[in-house]
């Protein structure tokens, strides 16, 4: 694992793979987990896209708001993504905030579910969407294979997260619809990072 870090940081992943996508001012980006919005400031400022981002914690989303208010490009709903449209419990711990841990201060948040979040910003599918949602990325991603919601996205960046139970097993199921159903393998580094490109979207 930490050899993937290493070789992530060697390559300049963060600035390099995490940000080098065919988009241009037209394109929609999704990012689930915004934090500060820092990778999604970066990919606007290299192509000007429009920008959806989805924050559980109304700290980061206050900031996120008070920080892209002037630009309308940026559409933010401060919600988390689940398989159900109801309340439930984050442990609030910086950017590593989930809700399949205890670490940190329980708080109350709205979830929504991915179609629910595409109704309210009225987009039908995205040319990138970012996940990064400590640990619930498995059962989002199996969700959304399992309601084909996962050919609405031209491209997918992963992180998953290995302190969930049966992470590898998952993550390699995952992996083996995706190779077996049109999508062509962008990059990888195990549980750091990881893309997909799905070869049969349609504009």
């Known amino acids: 694992m930490n050899n993937e870090f290493s070789k992530w ?16 001012e037209n ?5 689930l987990g915004g934090y ?26 206050d900031f996120m708001n008070e920080k892209f208010k002037t630009n309308h490009k940026f559409h933010l709903l401060n919600v988390g993504i689940s398989s159900n449209n109801k309340k439930g419990i984050i442990y609030t711990n910086g ?6 841990t205890n670490n940190g201060k329980p708080i109350e948040v709205e979830f ?13 599918q995205a040319d990138l ?8 990325e498995y059962h989002l991603l199996e ?15 992963i992180q998953f997260h290995s302190f969930i139970d049966n992470c590898i097993e998952r993550r390699n199921k995952i992996q083996e ?6 999508f062509k393998l962008n990059f990888d580094y195990p549980f750091v990072w990881e893309s997909w490109k799905n070869e049969r979207y349609e504009y």
């Open 112 to 124: 929504n579910t991915i179609e629910t979040i595409f109704e309210k910003w009225n987009i039908s």
């Open 129 to 136: 969407i970012q996940i990064n949602i400590e640990g619930d």
């Open 36 to 61: 500060k919005g820092i990778w999604a400031e970066q990919i606007f400022n290299k192509y000007n896209s429009n920008i959806y981002i989805i924050e559980p914690l109304t700290e980061f989303y």
């Open 143 to 157: 969700i959304m294979i399992e309601t084909g919601m996962i050919y609405k996205f031209k491209n997918i960046q």
């Open 27 to 31: 394109s929609v980006i999704i990012d």
């Open 9 to 24: 940081f060697s390559d300049n992943g963060d600035y390099t793979h995490n940000l080098n996508y065919d988009l241009n």
């Open 95 to 100: 950017d590593g905030s989930s809700s399949n």
């Open 177 to 182: 619809f995706l190779k077996n159903n049109g």
